[in-house]
């Protein structure tokens, strides 16, 4: 499970946020067939920035600008 590595109840909080708040900025540029793919790649994403992050709005930055990137090479 993504989260697994959080154990602290405020980190887990922000990080199920900073998911809803990624996806749903991008599933709509996601084909259907892939949102379940995605969705599990976005929440490692969240999960491996979350202890670098200051914030749920730092840390959404921090996926969104990782995914797109990533997402075009």
Not at 18 to 36: C, G, T
Not at 40 to 54: D, N, Q
């Amino acid at each position: 499970m993504p989260f697994s590595s959080l154990s602290d109840p405020t980190d887990l909080a922000r990080a199920y946020a900073a998911l809803e708040a990624v996806w749903n900025e991008v599933k709509d540029s996601i084909p259907a067939a892939e949102h379940e793919k995605e969705r599990t790649r976005i929440a490692y994403l969240v999960a491996g920035f979350a202890p670098m992050t200051l914030d749920e709005d730092d840390l959404k930055r921090h996926v969104v600008l990782h995914y797109r990137h990533s997402a075009e090479t």
